[in-house]
């Protein structure tokens, strides 16, 4: 494949996309930001009530 039409086709599909606005950018980023504390939050919750109810079958709690 010729690499000068490589880059010619590249640069026509590139110019299909609809990149976002700025606003749209730091909306999404935000939105990742709140979606992972979130998900973080509920992983360290289940972590620990599996973990309390390890230690109680155990024997090893209180």
Known sequence: ????????????ETSKV???????TI???????IM??????FFMIVDWLLGSLVQTILGFGR
């Open 36 to 41: 992972v504390v979130l998900i973080a939050v």
């Open 1 to 12: 494949m010729n690499p000068a039409k490589f880059f010619r086709e590249v640069r026509q």
């Open 27 to 33: 909306q999404t980023t935000i939105m990742v930001f």
């Open 18 to 24: 609809t990149w976002p606005t700025r606003k749209e």
